[in-house]
């Protein structure tokens, strides 16, 4: 009884926190961005509430340049049709080269033949039917829908291709336009693709675990295909996700686990936007931004990629001096030191070194006197 | 020689002038007109000061349809195919002149003039089944063929796609686009290219295409007589020919 009243209230205090305006439904990418900064307080609540971040943003005066250009999307369209076509022809010869896929295995289905609200339903029953017996199955599902729950709402998702091997696994395969060049991609467009596809894979996963199969029947490996060599030839990888999985896993526990996270929180805050009648947001931005600021946020570089609230969050942390602005591996190494300011006071020694504090000193002050050295 | 060339410099300036007072009165009509008219006389200023005749357009306008084009290519092919497929093959051997955008329509005018008025044309361009009796998307097949090539089982885009490579690789052609397109498709079978650079042996593409076929040939053929069995008992004339109604597109047409 207590537990489902506290789950009553929790689902009320999001709602508050978002506030008047509908919650925004979560696609792939914006669950595989959550994987990319798993420590944000901020980001958390957010998501968890619903809340238009876009539009939070852009009333902020902080707008982020997101959006993919046309000519990527058409780009990003234009390889992926090359892939499938001709019943996934290219595929399969890569399937075949990398996963020895066998020469019968070719079934290929495309689940949008069924017509759009029956694809999840359509996913499902052939999932099914390919759990239960591998051997008259399918090889390949195009198109298919898979649902994901995030904090009480259903994601619906997409992803390229489902591939069946013979092995009785599945594996995602993940179709993305970016380069390989001389067998480097990279990095950041591959970290996001793999969280991209880990989202996948757990959406698989849990589907076949509601049917009662084995979830581990989906492979952690996932399948990234993208052109190699400036030519728009196709070539594929194997890429490993458990890291990402586990990252996404965790992520998503913590925001269903959110009351701890509102038992933080001052009663009164809400990040309502309060749109007008036109939908524009009425809210004082001043209010709004100190509402933000009483969450803590955790910024890195990286979310400039990632989440939408990015630019707010940097400007927030350069007035702080914190070090986060100088990426993970930067703040990590300065653990202990919090801002900007204070490592510079402890590098050219005009502030002493706290408690647990000396060994980091110690190795600021050195790469002052190197810099120095160098300089003169 | 150099009167005509005058002449027509004198033509090219006053064009010019009506063209900047055309903009100037907001005439956008008499300015494309007059502009359309500049062009042409510099066409034939440049044709006369390099000696040539002036060409008459670049390109003459294709004698032959879209609809017939895309019935050759499929005839060629023999079995259901992309409209990317068809384009490629059409421009490799045919002399097409189609592009794929001109294809989205095609299906279903063809549905509505079939019924307007049931079998009124030779044959239809048309949907390929699936194994719910819907359309394919993005599969073209053609009413002359036997049901049993029309419908597609879950082995068929293979079946269908070694097919297209026999086919295209029984053509004889020295269009580099046809050496290409066979390049691209020998690629994806198993043992049909050599390895080395160049244009893949048609023979080889051809032996190795049938020794994959002949791995899915029974299932599929199964299948596919299993489905043209449930078309034919379930549907009807144009449903055989252009597919189930999906049951989104059976709401939409109630609600309008």
């Known amino acids: ?376 | 020689m150099s009167d005509r060339l005058d002449d027509l410099e004198r033509r090219i300036d006053a064009l010019r002038a009506g063209v900047r007072k055309a903009m100037r009165d907001r005439d956008g009509a008499a300015a494309r007109v007059l502009r359309a008219e500049l062009r042409s006389a510099e066409r034939d200023w440049d044709a006369l000061v390099s000696g040539e005749q002036p060409k008459a357009a670049p390109e003459p306008p294709p004698l032959v349809t879209v609809r017939e084009q895309v019935h050759q290519g499929l005839r060629l092919l023999g079995a259901t195919a992309q409209p990317r497929l068809i384009v490629a093959v059409s421009e490799a051997f045919l002399g097409g002149t189609i592009r794929s955008a001109q294809l989205t329509s095609l299906r279903r005018d063809e549905e509505r003039s079939f019924r307007s008025s049931p079998y009124g044309r030779p044959y239809y361009l048309c949907a390929a089944l699936t194994d719910r009796l819907s359309p394919g998307r993005g599969l073209l097949a053609l009413s002359s063929w036997p049901l049993e090539r029309r419908v597609v089982g879950p082995l068929s885009p293979r079946v269908d796609f070694l097919t297209c490579a026999i086919a295209v690789a029984s053509q004889k052609s020295e269009d580099e686009r046809a050496a290409r397109l066979l390049g691209r498709m020998a690629r994806n079978i198993p043992g049909a290219s050599s390895g080395a650079l160049g244009p893949p042996h048609p023979e080889r593409v051809i032996e190795a295409a049938r020794a994959e076929l002949a791995v899915h040939a029974e299932r599929d053929t199964r299948d596919r007589a299993e489905l043209a069995r449930r078309a034919a008992a379930q549907l009807d004339d144009a449903a055989r020919l252009f597919g189930a109604a999906t049951l989104s597109t059976i709401k939409k047409e109630y609600v309008t």
């Open chain 1, 1 to 376: 009884m207590s537990g489902l009243k506290r789950e009553g209230d929790t689902v009320q205090r999001l709602d508050a926190l978002r506030g008047t305006t509908p919650p925004r439904p979560h696609d792939a990418r914006a669950i595989a961005a959550l994987a990319a900064n798993p420590g944000c307080t901020r980001r958390a609540l957010m998501d968890g509430a619903g809340v238009d971040k876009d539009a939070a943003a852009r009333h902020l005066g902080f707008p982020a340049p997101f959006g993919q250009s046309p000519f990527a999307i058409t780009r990003g369209n234009v390889f992926e049709s090359l892939v499938k076509a001709d019943g996934c022809a290219e595929l399969l010869r890569m399937l075949r080269e990398l996963l020895g896929l066998p020469i019968a295995e070719v079934a290929y289905h495309d689940v949008e033949n069924v017509g759009a609200h029956l694809r999840h339903a359509h996913t499902r029953a052939l999932i099914d039917r390919a759990a239960r017996d591998a051997q008259d199955a399918g090889t390949l599902y195009d198109h298919p829908l898979l649902t994901l729950q995030i904090a009480g709402h259903t994601a619906y998702l997409e992803p390229d291709v489902v591939a069946f091997q013979l092995g009785g696994r599945f594996h995602i395969v993940e179709i993305k336009s970016f380069a390989v060049i001389d067998g480097q991609a990279d990095p950041a467009a591959v970290a996001a693709a793999a969280r991209q596809a880990a989202v996948y894979v757990l959406a698989l996963r849990t589907l076949l675990e509601d049917l009662g199969h084995d979830p581990l029947k989906v492979s952690h490996e996932v399948v990234l295909v993208c052109p190699e060599n400036f030519a728009n030839r196709p070539v594929a990888t194997l890429v490993d996700v458990r890291r990402q999985l586990a990252v996404l896993r965790r992520q998503l526990t913590r925001m269903t686990t959110l009351d701890r996270l509102l038992a933080d929180l001052p009663d009164d805050l809400t990040f309502d936007l309060r749109p007008g009648e036109d939908g524009r947001p009425t809210r004082p931005v001043a209010e709004l931004a100190d509402a933000l600021h009483r969450t803590t946020a955790r910024y890195a570089p990286d979310c400039l990629s990632t989440c939408d609230l990015c630019f707010f969050c940097r400007d927030e942390a350069r007035q702080e001096g914190a070090s986060d602005l100088l990426g993970r591996q930067v703040r990590d190494e300065l653990g202990g030191v919090a801002s900007v300011a204070e490592a510079l006071g402890l590098a050219d020694g005009v502030r002493d070194p706290a408690e647990g504090q000396e060994e980091i000193a110690r190795l600021l002050r050195n790469a002052e006197r190197l810099r120095r050295e160098c300089l003169t």
